[in-house]
């Protein structure tokens, strides 16, 4: 049986999976699931030989350790260059200069 949120490879889906439920049916399992890329459902019965020739994948964790500094100095020097289209007095309120 596989947990929810499992991600699953094998030569049964045409792409990486993620669980969405599993259950015993009998002598195999059922296992219904979700393409991560193509966001396909599928559903497939699998026997207890079939269940050798898939692994688990380990879900690839995302890095969200940086220079909080720079990044906030990069989003506001963006939001800066592009105020201009919404707001042609930008530079008069950001300076609280009364025209």
Known sequence: MFKEQTL???PFWPERIRVISSRRIGAGIEINGVGLKSEKFYSRILSESDLSKI???ESERKDFSGDAEAFFLFTEGRS???AYQFDPLYAVNVSQIDP
């Open 80 to 82: 800066i260059r592009l």
């Open 8 to 10: 699953l490879e094998g």
């Open 55 to 57: 692994r688990r994948v």
